[in-house]
């Protein structure tokens, strides 16, 4: 086989499993609240589960409980204090508890702490920002609307930023952690994530939401998404340079891990809770 058919099979297996991942992510925020709120605890575990793989890979000894355990204690916190702040003790006594299990090995290590408190505050954290804007009993056309801002600011972003970058091409963004992206594919992505994230306030305001964001805070929370979603797309890539894999799993073919897929995702969701937190005390 050439390899320009190798090239062409990869891209268009890549685009299959994109299409099918793209319907399902459909569904899930069609169902909402609690559906969409386990699928969200159920990926976030398994991205949980790859981060700390790829960790050990890298040498490290992160202590693992500590992650999954924040996140199983959550999703009750979050229920009983309608609110994503409720994780911060979780996350501050569980920390204190990595510390001090590092601390009682025969060969503590600084950076085994480092890593054992990374995915909680780079997964669970934001998991927490997701699963909190899907259960929020209050505007409910708003709580739709802001979540599916999360993933088409994102989604958007990433499809803008490949597209425009293959075309433009010019000056390398992170040439140490990822040679392939480059500035002008970084502010394509910005464009997308603003146009993206405008797209979807006007489509829900058509559709007679009320009250409804100003545009100019669809521009704001598209623009700052949008810089979320790409510093967490080189954080992952990041990590993955420093622990020595290309991808963190394998589950969806073309596309990696669940990790591979959610990286932007994560950090582009506490930016638009944070949003949604500011839109509720000025609508609400």
């Not at 998404?225 to 990041?238: I, K, N, P, R, T």
């Not at 589950?251 to 990286?263: K, V």
């Amino acid at each position: 086989m050439s390899e320009t058919t190798k090239k062409k099979s990869a891209l268009a297996m890549r685009v299959s499993t994109g299409l099918i991942l793209l319907t399902l992510l459909v569904v899930v925020l069609w169902l909402g609240g609690w559906y969409f709120a386990a699928v969200a605890f159920v990926c976030t575990g398994i991205a949980i589960y790859e981060e700390l793989n790829a960790l050990k890979n890298g040498g490290h000894n992160p202590v693992c409980w500590t992650s999954y355990t924040a996140l199983i204690l959550a999703l009750p916190a979050l229920k009983f204090f309608e609110s994503s702040l409720a994780i911060m003790p979780i996350l501050t006594v569980l920390g204190f508890g990595v510390v001090l299990q590092v601390m009682r090995r025969e060969k503590p290590l600084l950076t085994d702490i480092m890593v054992s408190v990374l995915p909680m505050l780079t997964l669970v954290l934001p998991a927490m920002c997701l699963i909190g804007m899907a259960i929020t009993d209050t505007m409910p056309h708003l709580r739709t609307m802001l979540l599916v801002t999360v993933f088409a600011i994102a989604v958007g972003g990433d499809t803008f930023a490949y597209f425009i970058g293959s075309a433009l091409r010019g000056p390398k963004l992170c040439p140490n952690i990822s040679p392939n992206k480059t500035i002008s594919g970084s502010i394509g992505g910005l464009v997308g994530s603003v146009v993206c994230s405008i797209a979807v306030a006007r489509l829900f305001a058509l559709g007679g939401a009320q009250p409804y964001p100003p545009i100019w805070g669809d521009i704001i929370v598209g623009l700052l998404g949008g810089v979320a979603g790409q510093v967490g797309d080189l954080f992952a890539s990041m990590v993955k340079r420093h622990c020595n894999v290309k991808d963190f799993g394998h589950i969806f073919p073309g596309h990696g891990g669940m990790l591979d897929r959610l990286d932007s995702i994560f950090f582009t969701c506490i930016i638009v809770y944070s949003y949604q937190v500011v839109v509720h005390t000025l609508l609400g």
